[in-house]
Structure formats: structure tokens, C-alpha cells
């Protein structure tokens, strides 16, 4: 699967989507989808927490292990995709489109990489 | 003396040779000189089976077998029907290690799923799991479960079995949770000052129904107080009051919990026996321990496998709510079957019985001057006081000493804690009665 | 195969309790149930069958071999079972007077007595109902004794990398946190990092020797002094004492406490998954933190009496209602008394004795972890045929299945990637043993041969392999 050019990327393996300066959407990468094997359910908070940088948010599960995920910003929660917990499977399938939270009020965003950065990274880390 | 190897010595020796040694003691070859222990370890000799037995036997005559029980208070003498035992000593289901082999443990998994299945019917539930220790630590699970960041203090109501009220404050003092007391009155919590405790920061209120004095508590209600201020409610219930008292289902429980003890498991001076949890669908994920789930094989038969396992200490390590284990899968299988054998119409008789019998037994007391302490309704167990000249102590003692009965526990307050079951007939409850007045007439049952 | 609410008729019904023989009492209308309670309505001839043909889809250490690492599926002996069917300990209430249920009080007395002569420790409780109880009673037992000392700083518990998974929860649980340690290159603890992973903060250490590899920590008395010069404790865990038992005290090794799989060690049935017994054992400075009642002995009027002990103001109070799972300490004890003195060592010494013959004929096809002998259990990896051929541990149990062989236990210990844990126990024959490395080596040769092939196993079994993901994503959990 290509990566999307228009994305930033962290090296904990989310993507982030900035729609503008203080609101992004985030999910996982192709590479950490592939890494959880079939997703079961995703553990994520309410609208109206607060995520920090560099912390975990939530996790994601397979049947046989839960793998953390990290923000990348600082800032509150502001949507959550309701449709994954119907069908997590999303984030196996479609990883791009399957955002996992939106935040908005974000005040601090942590080193990230361009696609080609990442997949370099990701290269590196194999 | 007795063991259970297979190999014989000369077997043994051939092993030996191949791993090209002379003795066992070449095997611990890395274990340090100074830790190999030289004394007997304070064992007595090794004994043949006979001599186990006998010498078993001999140990069991030194329990007195009492042929009339009105004690509850937790353990309770039901019957226990024939075909319960013969399918739990069944040799595979005895020795199987836990199903994590689903391929060919599909007799267990199938048998906890119909165990789960029935609990939460038997409850009125959406899901239970497979089983935790006791009624008491299913409790302290329970506790857990609904305990967050934003909400940590835990309300446990009096009324309840001080051993689960125990149990309750060891768990909740090892994890730095405060436990409150609600009060209770006239033998049941006392409502009132319920809602008088609870607060934003309550993350659950817990009433057992009934009660460890036997009265019937108002749970619908206890609930509402609970909900109303954003709380969980947890039940803990008697598994056959369940059969014909509302069920947490109806009461609007998150949690259903309980010592299933009263399913088909002998008294057993304590255990083992079997904490059920059930919970409403949305505190599925909170659930402790094993949970046995419904899928399809490779060639799209119903199968069934452990599930859910993601919520469990092997995986979620540090942030699982709990770090259970196992269950108590041969007595899960236990109640299933005792659950099935008795039917719906069975475990409606045992219950109307085991009240109906209760209230026989309090009325004939309250003829003899040992009336009811507490007001209200009760299920199969029920409090007296004694007459200020009665040691109720000593009136229990001379039941079981002189009469092979094991009356009521004697409980603060120079009362006794009564408990009737089917198992209890007229004749009994008649002769218990003449006992009883032929001891207080006597002076008190002093002497 | 039909759940029995599915083969349930309206009407039918076994016959079990009669009429009420005196008048009935109802539920008044408020408190009384309202939705029907719906259980299946069967003969007995139905529940027989059901039951019969249930337990030919599941496998017992009766029906063949199981060499489950860390398990110790040993055989499981029938006196055990006939004792605990005594009515003489079945029909006692847990609370009737001390002096009625002396044979209970007598049971319990002299279990605390062999097991604390079989791990050096001094006092015993019965009362966990579970290695991952007993567990976590034990991590209380520690923090207990650092509240009482007013020492609440102490909040790390460290576990080797190596450690099973409980470790992590039952510290917090107890409020605590676990720090990691990683494995020398010989899967021992590390000396120099666990010098520099002690300080002010040390709770506690867990351990299991011999560990999850199946080898002796030869260091342990430096490693459970590190801990107590540190200030914190030492926690023995008790999964692998069938190695040592009779032979080695862990309180001889340094350990303050420990807890037993009376289920593994002590031959008591694993049920399907329970009951067991996590008896937990502690040095005289953790004793007065025990749960309550403790079982004592007094002389009386010229007898011996034995009697439930309540007063100890400092107990941390009770981890389970009444003493524990009562008929599985009665069991472990009844199995003790057979085997004596003479009879643990020798069981001990067997286990590592067949676990060694097993390995060297393992070896000659798979890779096992360790160099030199083991203690009860071995690690073998397949690592490389992951890699080269495509198929995994996995794979191989899949495969066992076939042949009546419950597969060991798979992918743990975590540090040794596609693990396999094989642990045969002392009960096992040369020929069964023989027999069984036939049949291992064969499946890795026709694995070798065609990778492809092992991916569709197991085929006779009941069921295929089951779709665990479907499990998980759309939980059915109930009928």
C-alpha cells in the first residue's frame, strides 16, 4: 500500500492529518496495521478528554496482544470514529481513511516525519 | 513407600546411559553444593494406598457428620442430584488442562458456554464469564471493574456477609481504594443514608440480596440511588433465591455476582466452590478472567474458543483490571449440570421451599419465645434474638452436642442466624422445635 | 453438536425434590421475579448422553500425553479423589465449632507442616484459591510489611523479562509497578543489572527457580541478597518447584515467600481450567500478615485440640471467604503423606530425568534453547524453520493434535521467539516418552518436506482450527 504524500507521520507508527493549525484527525499507519495482524477493537477515549504528547491514548487489540497508541499532539478530543467499534477490521483494510480520534485545540505537536522520512524510517527500523 | 512413576529402574538406568551419566544427582550438576538440602524435610515416611486410605478415613471419622444443618451464612446443604457427580468425575473433564487447545477442547469450552449461558439467564444479565474463585473475591472483581481515575470511593452495604465485606477491604487496601460502610436498619441498608453517602467520586454501590441476615433488600430502589449519582450498582445474589426473587437484570444492575456454591456443591468445610460475574453488555470488555465465545472452524462448523483474551493478564499485563488466571471450571461444569438437572420448574421448587420452610421454622420459634429480630421479608434465612436468661451460644452447643443438630450461627448480640433449605423436612424442623423448648425450659440452656 | 438448550422440551424434566411438606410462603409481589427463568428442560438420560458425548470431545491427562510446559500435567492420582469424596470432609459446614471438624483443622495443620518443611518457609496459608492468587496475597504479604515498617516508598516489583504474565498485574493491583530486567545471554537474571535496578523503591523481587527456560539460577543466593541489601524482599514463584522439590528450599535460596500450584506440583486435577489451590508460605517476618483464621493447636484438659486462630490485628484480611479450596489442599495433603520423605525427592528427580532424555531426542531435529542439561523443562525454538521454511510453533502443536498429543505450551516464555515448552513430569514412561519423539520428529520432517501441508492441520480432530478473530470482533457469548 502506498503511503499518502499529503500525511504526516510519528515514529511510534500514527498518521496525522492537520485540516488546519490547531485541528487534526490521526490513525494508524499501514506498516502498524500490518505489524497488529486482524484488529479485534479499539480502545478509545471520550469526546471532551485530553491527549498529550508522546502519551497513550488508547490501544489497539488483536486476538493475542494490545499495542498502545500515542498522540502526537496535545490538545482535546474532539470526535471519535464511532464505526470502529462495529467494524475495527477498518484499520485493517483501509488504514488511511480509518481515522481513529480528531483533536482539536491543539497548542503542541511533537517532531514529525514526511512520508518519505517515515518510510525510511520504517526501512531503518526492519 | 507410595509414587506414581511409570519407568522402571532398569528403565531409569537406560535413560541414564543415554544422556551418558551414572546418577540423578549428576542432573543438578548446576544447582550449588550448599543448597542441596540433606535432611529429610520433616516428612514422614511414604505410605502404600492402603494406608492412605485408612489413614484418610481415620481423619475424616474426626469430623462430626451433623444429620440436621440450619446453619447457612454463606454455605449452604441443598441436594445435590446423583447425576452431578458422576459427570464431574468423569476421568477427561477431571484431569484437561485449561481449553487454550480449542481444536480438542471443544467438551469444555462447550460445557462453560452452557454454564455461562444459564447464568445469564439465571440472572437476567447479557454476559457472564467463565468463573472467578468465590462469591466473596467475584465481589472484589466486581469492586474493581468499576473503580477509575474519576471515581474511586466503593460503598459496600453492612447487610453483607461480613467474610465478602473482608474480602472487599483487603482488595481495595493493596489497590489504595476507600471502602464506606453503609449503614444498615432493622436488618436491611438503610437507604436513606445511602444517598446521604454517595457522591460524584463513588464508583459503586454493592448490596447482596438477600443479605447475610436473610431479609429481602430493596434493590430496584438501591439502584436508582446509585444511578442517579452516575454510580454502578452491583448485586451480589443467592443463585437459588434467584429463581423467584427480581433479578439484577430487573433491579438495572451493571453487575451480578455470587457465591454459586448452593449449585450442586457439597459444603466442603469451605471449598472449593464458585464466584459468578455477569455484567449488561456495556461492561463486557471490563469483565475478569475467562470468557468462552462462539465462532466457526476452518470448514464453518460452530466452534468455540477462549475470547476476549485481550482483556486478560497474559496480554493487557500491567493494565488488566485483574491478573486472574483460571476459573473453577469443574465447578462451573458442577452448577450447569445442577442447574440442568433441577430445570426451571426444579430450581423454583427449591427456592419456594427453601423459604417456605424458613418461615415454618420462624413461626414454631416464635412459639417458643424466640421471635424474629428483623421486620422485614425474608428468603430462606432469618435472625432471633434470644431471651435475655439464653446464652444462645450455649443453646447451639447443646443442639449439636447432645442431638447431632447444627443449629443457626450464634451472631452478636445473643442472637442466631437461622437458614432452612429443602433439604430440611417437617420432622426435623418439629424435633429442632422440641429440642429447643426442652433446653429452654431447663434454665436457659445453661448447664 | 447441539447445546442443551437445544435439545430442550417443554414439559420434560428429571424428578428431584419432592412436594413441600409444610405450607407455602411466596414472594411478595414487589420483590418477586418477572421474567420466566428459561433453563433447558431435559431427562437425565439426555443429560448423561450430552455430558458423554462432551467428554469425548475433550482431552484429559487420561487420554494421552501432555507435555505442558510450566503446567506440570502430571498424573493425577485417584485416592486423592476418593479421600476428598469422604463424606466425613464433603458434608463439613465451614463454619460448624472448631471442635467438630478437628479432621478438617488436623488436614489443614499438617499441610502447613510438610509444605513448610518442603520450602523452608514458616508459616502457611491455604486460603488462595489460585497460583494468580496466591500471587497476589503474597505481593500484599510484601507491602504489608513495608507499610509497618512506614516505608511506603517501596513500589517497584521487579521480574525478570522472562516472567509470566501475571507479575505485571498483580503489582498493580497492589498499587506497585514492575520493572523489567532483561536475561543474561544464558536466560539467567543479570547480576550487574539488577544491581543497578535496586534502590530506595525496591518492594520486591519475583522469581521462579529453576525460570521459564528450565534452568537453575545458579546465582540465586547473590541475587536474593542484591535484594535484601536493597531493603526489599524476595518473592519465590512456586510454578516450577516440581524440579526441586525434596531437594532444594527456596527458603534455603533467600525467598521470604512463596506461592505453590498445589494443581501443578502436588498432583491435584486441573479440572478443565480449576479449581487448584495457590497455597502461599512466608518467613516468621511476614507471618502476622497472613489472612485470617490460621489454624492452631492447644493442649487441653490432657488433649490436643486444634482451633481457627482469628486474632491477628495485623493479617491483611481475607483474599477469599472461609480457609481456601478446602478438598484441593485435602488432595495435595493426601498425595504428600503417600509419597514422604523418600517420595518427593524422587519425583523431583524423575521429572528432570525424563525431561532430559526427551530433550536429547528432541534435538535431533529441533533447536533447543539451552546448552547442557535441564531442570523439568525445556524451550525449544523454531525460529529458523519460521524464517527458511514457513512454518511455525504453531504449526507443530497443530500437528501434534493429530496424534493425540496435547501440543506444550506455545509461544512463552516471550524472550524466545515461536517457543515451544515441553515439560513431560516424572509420571510419564520411557516407551510413552520414546513414543512421543517419534512422533515430533516425524512431524518435522514432513514439515520440512512440504510447509504447506502442516498449515491445514489439525484434520481429525472435532473442529479445524477455530477463527479467533471472529471471536473477538463479534463476541457471542452466550445462548
Redesign the interface.
Known amino acids: 500500500m502506498n503511503n499518502p504524500t499529503n500525511l504526516k507521520y510519528s515514529k511510534t507508527h500514527e498518521w496525522v492529518a492537520f485540516s488546519d493549525g490547531s485541528t487534526a484527525r490521526i490513525g494508524l499507519t499501514d506498516h502498524a496495521q500490518q505489524a497488529l495482524g486482524?484488529i479485534?477493537?479499539a480502545?478509545l477515549p471520550q469526546e471532551g478528554d485530553s491527549v498529550n504528547i508522546g502519551e497513550a491514548f488508547g490501544?489497539v487489540?488483536?486476538?493475542?496482544?494490545?499495542s498502545d497508541i500515542y498522540s502526537p499532539v496535545t490538545g482535546t478530543v474532539a470526535a471519535v470514529n464511532e464505526s470502529l467499534s462495529d467494524e475495527?477490521?477498518q484499520i485493517n483494510k483501509t488504514p488511511y481513511e480509518a481515522w481513529l480520534i480528531e483533536v482539536s485545540g491543539i497548542t503542541d505537536t511533537e517532531d514529525l516525519l514526511t512520508v518519505e522520512e517515515y518510510e525510511a524510517f520504517c526501512r531503518e527500523e526492519a | 513407600m507410595g509414587h506414581y512413576l511409570s519407568s522402571t529402574q532398569s528403565q531409569r538406568r537406560e535413560m541414564l546411559d543415554a544422556l551418558g551419566i551414572d546418577s540423578m544427582e549428576e542432573l543438578y550438576s548446576s544447582v550449588p553444593r550448599e543448597l542441596i538440602t540433606k535432611n529429610g524435610f520433616e516428612l514422614p515416611e511414604g505410605k502404600s494406598e492402603l494406608e492412605v486410605d485408612r489413614l484418610m478415613r481415620n481423619m475424616a471419622g474426626k469430623n462430626t457428620q451433623f444429620s440436621a444443618v440450619f446453619r447457612g451464612a454463606g454455605a449452604y446443604s441443598h441436594y445435590i442430584p446423583a447425576i452431578v457427580g458422576t459427570v464431574v468425575s468423569k476421568e477427561t473433564f477431571l484431569t484437561a488442562y485449561t481449553p487454550y487447545q480449542a481444536e480438542i477442547s471443544q467438551g469444555v469450552l462447550q460445557a462453560i458456554f452452557e454454564y455461562q449461558s444459564m447464568i445469564c439467564r439465571l440472572t437476567g444479565m447479557d454476559v457472564s464469564n467463565a468463573s472467578v474463585y468465590d462469591g466473596a473475591s467475584a465481589t472484589a472483581e466486581a469492586v474493581a471493574m468499576c473503580r477509575d481515575k474519576r471515581r474511586s470511593k466503593v460503598i459496600i452495604s453492612s447487610a453483607a456477609h461480613p467474610e465478602v465485606i473482608e474480602t472487599i477491604k483487603t482488595y481495595c487496601w493493596a489497590a489504595g481504594a476507600a471502602v464506606e460502610l453503609a449503614p444498615s436498619n432493622n436488618g436491611a441498608t438503610d437507604l436513606a443514608a445511602l444517598e446521604s453517602m454517595i457522591d460524584d467520586k463513588t464508583a459503586c454501590v454493592h448490596i447482596q440480596q438477600p443479605n447475610y441476615f436473610g431479609i429481602i433488600e430493596d434493590c430496584e430502589r438501591a439502584g436508582q440511588i446509585a444511578h442517579a449519582s452516575g454510580a454502578k450498582f452491583i448485586m451480589g445474589i443467592n443463585p437459588i433465591a434467584a429463581a423467584i426473587l427480581k433479578t439484577p437484570g430487573e433491579c438495572a444492575a451493571d453487575i451480578a455476582v455470587g457465591e454459586g456454591q448452593p449449585l450442586g456443591m457439597p459444603l466442603s468445610y469451605g471449598g472449593p466452590y464458585l464466584g459468578f460475574m455477569a455484567a449488561n453488555s456495556s461492561m463486557m470488555?471490563k469483565l475478569p478472567g475467562r470468557i468462552v465465545g462462539e465462532t466457526v472452524d476452518t470448514d464453518g462448523n460452530r466452534a468455540y474458543v477462549l475470547t476476549l483474551?485481550?482483556r486478560e493478564q497474559h496480554?493487557?499485563r500491567e493494565?488488566a483490571s485483574s491478573n486472574i488466571c483460571s476459573n473453577q471450571a469443574l465447578c462451573a461444569m458442577t452448577a450447569a449440570v445442577y442447574m440442568a438437572a433441577m430445570g426451571p420448574e426444579g430450581m423454583k421448587n427449591a427456592a419456594i421451599q427453601c423459604m417456605s420452610k424458613a418461615h415454618y421454622l420462624a413461626s414454631r420459634l416464635e412459639e417458643i419465645k424466640m421471635p424474629l429480630k428483623y421486620g422485614g421479608q425474608f428468603f430462606h434465612e432469618f435472625v432471633t434474638a434470644c431471651p435475655d436468661d439464653v446464652d444462645a451460644k450455649r443453646l447451639i452447643e447443646c443442639l449439636g452436642a447432645d442431638h447431632g443438630i447444627l443449629g443457626g450461627l450464634p451472631i452478636e448480640d445473643n442472637c442466631i442466624l437461622w437458614c432452612c433449605t429443602e433439604m430440611n423436612t417437617k420432622e426435623e424442623i418439629d424435633r429442632l422445635i422440641n429440642v429447643l423448648a426442652e433446653n429452654l425450659a431447663e434454665k436457659g440452656g445453661r448447664g | 453438536m447441539e447445546l442443551l438448550f437445544e435439545k430442550s422440551k417443554e414439559g420434560r424434566s428429571c424428578t428431584i425434590l419432592p412436594a413441600c411438606d409444610v405450607p407455602v410462603t411466596a414472594v411478595e409481589a414487589g420483590a418477586a421475579r418477572q421474567t420466566p427463568l428459561t433453563l433447558p428442560e431435559l431427562s437425565e438420560n439426555d443429560l448423561s448422553r450430552h455430558y458423554s458425548e462432551l467428554e469425548r470431545r475433550a482431552h484429559g491427562v487420561n487420554n494421552g500425553f501432555y507435555p505442558l510446559g510450566s503446567c506440570t500435567m502430571k498424573y493425577n492420582p485417584r485416592v486423592n479423589e476418593s479421600v476428598a469424596a469422604l463424606p466425613g470432609f464433603t458434608n463439613i459446614h465451614p463454619l460448624q465449632p472448631d471442635e467438630s471438624a478437628q479432621g478438617c483443622l488436623e488436614a489443614l495443620y499438617l499441610a502447613d507442616k510438610y509444605l513448610c518443611g518442603i520450602t523452608g518457609m514458616d508459616d502457611m496459608t491455604f486460603q488462595p484459591a489460585a497460583g494468580a492468587h496466591g500471587e497476589l496475597t503474597g505481593v500484599m504479604l510484601i507491602k504489608k510489611y513495608h507499610e509497618k515498617r512506614g516505608d511506603t516508598g517501596r513500589i517497584k516489583i521487579i521480574v525478570p523479562d522472562s516472567a509470566h504474565g501475571t507479575n505485571p498485574a498483580t503489582a498493580a493491583m497492589c498499587g506497585m509497578s514492575v520493572v523489567n530486567i532483561p536475561s543474561g545471554p544464558d536466560g539467567c537474571v543479570d547480576l550487574e543489572k539488577l544491581r543497578a535496578a535496586v534502590g530506595d523503591d525496591t518492594a520486591g523481587f519475583m522469581l521462579t527457580n529453576p525460570n521459564t527456560l528450565g534452568i537453575f539460577e545458579k546465582n540465586i543466593l547473590d541475587i536474593t541478597r542484591i535484594i535484601h541489601d536493597a531493603g526489599g524482599l524476595n518473592y519465590y514463584d512456586g510454578a516450577n518447584l516440581n524440579a526441586i522439590m525434596g531437594i532444594v528450599r527456596p527458603g534455603d535460596m533467600g525467598f521470604d515467600c512463596v506461592h505453590l500450584n498445589l494443581h501443578k506440583t502436588f498432583s491435584t486435577p486441573h479440572g478443565g481450567g480449576g479449581p487448584g489451590s495457590g497455597a502461599v508460605g512466608c518467613k516468621k517476618l511476614l507471618s502476622p500478615y497472613l489472612p485470617v483464621p490460621r489454624v492452631r493447636l492447644k493442649e487441653e484438659a490432657g488433649k490436643y485440640k486444634y482451633y481457627q486462630e482469628y486474632d491477628f490485628p495485623d493479617s491483611i484480611g481475607k483474599v477469599k471467604a472461609f480457609s481456601g479450596n478446602f478438598l484441593v489442599t485435602l488432595k495435595a495433603l493426601t498425595y504428600i503423606i503417600t509419597l514422604g520423605r523418600e517420595g518427593i525427592p524422587e519425583a523431583a528427580q524423575n521429572s528432570v530425568l525424563n525431561a532430559n532424555y526427551l530433550m536429547k531426542l528432541l534435538s535431533k531435529r529441533y533447536k533447543v534453547v539451552n546448552d547442557g542439561f535441564c531442570m523439568h523443562e525445556f524451550v525449544l525454538t523454531l525460529q529458523n524453520e519460521a524464517k527458511e521454511y514457513g512454518f511455525t510453533a504453531m504449526d507443530i502443536a497443530k500437528a501434534l493434535l493429530d496424534h493425540g498429543i496435547h501440543p506444550p505450551t506455545m509461544?512463552f516464555p516471550l524472550i524466545v521467539p515461536e517457543a515451544l515448552m515441553v515439560e513431560p513430569t516424572e509420571t510419564e514412561s520411557k516407551e510413552t516418552l520414546d513414543k512421543a519423539a517419534e512422533i515430533f520428529l516425524e512431524i518435522y520432517d514432513q514439515a520440512i518436506e512440504n510447509p504447506e501441508g502442516i498449515h491445514g492441520l489439525p484434520k481429525t480432530t472435532p473442529i479445524g482450527r477455530p477463527d479467533?478473530?471472529r471471536a473477538?470482533?463479534s463476541p457471542v457469548l452466550r445462548a
Open positions: 486482524d479485534v477493537f480502545n490501544d487489540e488483536s486476538v493475542k496482544a494490545v475495527p477490521g | 470488555r483474551q485481550a496480554i493487557r493494565k | 509461544y479467533e478473530v473477538a470482533r
